[in-house]
């Protein structure tokens, strides 16, 4: 670790699970953004450079070369090595590379077109129950199942498992959960154990349903796999990675979206008024909430970042949420909810080799959701206090009371 310029900003709070939990770190990010773009923060288990700028962020995103992830995306990894990857997200190329063009066709836009009309039943028949002037928990009546059922149809899976699905993919996320870590650690055994033995079904006798495509891809080579495919281990990776993050993410950008659109009624006057700006909100909600608030990369060299010199072997943590409220990218409004923001040009599903993979699918699921509310309701409100996670990783909300009109 090289030295770090002295800072006025407290960026060990940025490890603090109340900073998250209070849901309001953004005021610490610009203290960052202007005083220490790139600053060390001391830890237990291991320091890290903290990146707060939109430019940084997306260029270190761009260079698994420079930056890699296979040394751990999450701070808690620092230190830790791994026999496999957990998630095609600890990989780089050409291991990442290999299993991208394995999985790509599972998620070509002509497939998420094909869910629409699946997406959007599932959305009505949550939404329909919902009562004008009643007020309910927008995240346990919709943000929560909606996307586990949308993934229950890509496994090819009884959708009323949803809830299980729940308890796994939070005990996969930290700080989401409030099991112990063994309770945490017996969940993924069990998820795991469950993925395999759908994968393995799949391999015998293919349906129609991602798990099926995912499995038998590179088969027999006419695909694109060039003869390639993925092992069972290596399809359980990646079905674990599409059950916590397809989720999580989605669950979250819709809880905090409609939080963020209850709290200014202008906006929701003005979708309803104009349904055109549905797709321009849904980016400015994905720049407003950023689910998944930050990852890691480790420096595989010796550099510099913003005229900060970096050591080889650095962790360096990537800021996503702060990147997306930059004032130098976003303008002097960068701190103001606007669904008309145009360009907006926001990291919220990373950048580079790593972008993610579903994000043509939080799209679809986040533009249905708006669709189907906006021909029911003419008004939404804040109905009591919204409750945050303390996770550092995903930008959670675990309660969130509104009242629709």
């Known amino acids: 670790m090289t030295a770090e310029p002295a800072a006025t900003a407290d960026a060990g709070r940025l490890t603090d699970p109340s900073l998250y939990s209070g849901g309001d770190p953004f ?29 940084e962020v997306s260029s270190i995103g761009a260079d698994p070369v420079g930056f890699c992830s296979s040394r751990g995306i999450l701070i808690d990894e620092i230190g830790t090595t791994y026999d496999a990857p957990p ?19 599972g998620f070509k836009p002509s497939m998420v077109r094909l869910m629409e009309a699946g997406v959007t039943a599932k959305a009505r028949a949550l939404i329909d129950p919902i009562q004008a002037g009643v007020a309910l928990d927008v995240v346990q009546e919709l943000s929560v199942p909606f996307p586990l059922q949308v993934i229950c149809e890509l496994l090819g899976v009884d959708g009323s498992q949803w809830p299980r699905f729940f308890e796994w993919s939070e005990a996969v996320i930290p700080g989401e959960s409030e099991r112990s870590e063994e309770e945490r650690g017996l969940l993924q055994i069990e998820m795991w154990e469950y993925l395999i033995a759908v994968a393995e079904a799949r391999r015998s006798a293919p ?5 099926s495509v995912l499995a038998n891809v590179g088969g027999d080579g006419g695909d694109g796999g060039g003869g390639d495919r993925l092992s069972e281990a290596e399809l359980a990776m990646f079905l674990i990675q599409l059950l916590v993050a397809g989720n999580e993410t989605t669950r979250n950008l819709i809880s905090g979206g409609l939080v963020a ?19 321009s909100a849904v ?6 909430t950023t689910p998944v608030i930050s990852f890691m990369r480790t420096a595989t060299a010796p550099t510099t970042i913003r005229g900060q ?25 960068a701190d103001q909810f606007r669904i008309d923001r145009h360009p907006n040009p926001h990291v919220a599903f990373g950048f580079g080799p790593h972008f993610c993979l579903g994000a043509a699918l939080a799209r679809l699921e986040a533009r249905v959701v708006l669709d189907q509310l906006l021909d029911r309701f003419e008004s939404l409100e804040p109905a009591g206090p919204v409750e945050r996670t303390a996770s550092p990783v995903i930008a959670g909300v675990r309660h969130a009371p509104l009242v629709f009109g």
């Open 283 to 288: 980016e400015e909600l994905l720049r407003w």
């Open 27 to 55: 005021e610490l990010y610009a203290e960052l953004r202007r005083s220490a773009p790139v600053c060390w923060v001391d830890r237990e288990g291991g320091g890290f450079w903290a990146v707060t700028t939109h430019p």
């Open 207 to 211: 349906a129609d349903d991602l798990v």
């Open 309 to 333: 010199a970096v050591a080889e072997g650095d962790p360096v943590l990537l800021v996503y949420a702060s990147a997306n409220r930059d004032e130098a990218v976003f303008g002097d409004d």
């Open 261 to 279: 659109l209850s709290e200014r009624p202008d906006q929701w006057a003005a979708l309803r008024a104009d349904r055109t700006l549905i797709p």
């Open 87 to 105: 998630t095609m997200m600890h990989t780089d190329p050409p291991q990442h590379t290999r299993y991208r063009r394995l999985v790509q066709p």
